[in-house]
C-alpha cells in the first residue's frame, strides 16, 4: 500500500508553525482532499470554519478549545475539527511535526450517533494504515 501526504491548497505555509497539515493519500486516493472539495464548492462557510480550525492546529501545540477540536473518547489518538456542522477527522504523526487529515467529513447536523462512531473508526483504519506504510517506508 502506498501512501503519500498532500497539502492542502487553501493552507498557508506560514500557519503551520507547530504542525504541517496534511491529507492522506492511499494508493492515488485521498477521501479527506475530495470531500474537502466538495465542502468548498457546496457549504462555503462551514469550509471557510474548517479552515479556520486547521489554522488553528498548525498554530499551536494541541488546541484546547472543544469548540474548534475535541479529541475522541473511544479513540484516544484520533480527533475531530469542528467546523459549522462539518467534522474533519485527523491524527498527529508520532513525530508530533505533522496533522494529517484522513478522513472523510461527519455531518454533526446527523443524530446519528453510530454513524460518527463509524467516522472515527474509519480515521483509526487510515492511522493504522498510515503507520504501517511509515514502518515499511512506502
Not at 7 to 26: F, G, Q, T
Not at 33 to 46: A, R, S, T, V
Not at 122 to 129: A, K, T, Y
Request: a positive charge; glycine letters at 4%; proline letters at 1%.
Amino acid at each position: 500500500m502506498r501512501c503519500r501526504l498532500l497539502s492542502i491548497i487553501d493552507v498557508k505555509a506560514e500557519w503551520e508553525i507547530c504542525h504541517r497539515v496534511r491529507v492522506l493519500e492511499i494508493n492515488g486516493k485521498s477521501l479527506a482532499l475530495n470531500e474537502l472539495l466538495k465542502l468548498k464548492q457546496d457549504h462555503i462557510e462551514d469550509y471557510k470554519k474548517i479552515i479556520k480550525v486547521m489554522r488553528l492546529v498548525a498554530k499551536q501545540e494541541r488546541v484546547r478549545n472543544e469548540n474548534h477540536v475535541k479529541r475522541g473518547q473511544r479513540h484516544g489518538d484520533i480527533y475531530e475539527m469542528r467546523g459549522g456542522a462539518a467534522r474533519l477527522f485527523f491524527f498527529y504523526t508520532p513525530d508530533v511535526q505533522e496533522a494529517v487529515i484522513c478522513t472523510n467529513l461527519y455531518w454533526k447536523a446527523k443524530s446519528s450517533k453510530q454513524e460518527q462512531n463509524q467516522a472515527f473508526d474509519l480515521c483509526e483504519r487510515f492511522r493504522n494504515i498510515y503507520l504501517v506504510a511509515l514502518m515499511q517506508g512506502t
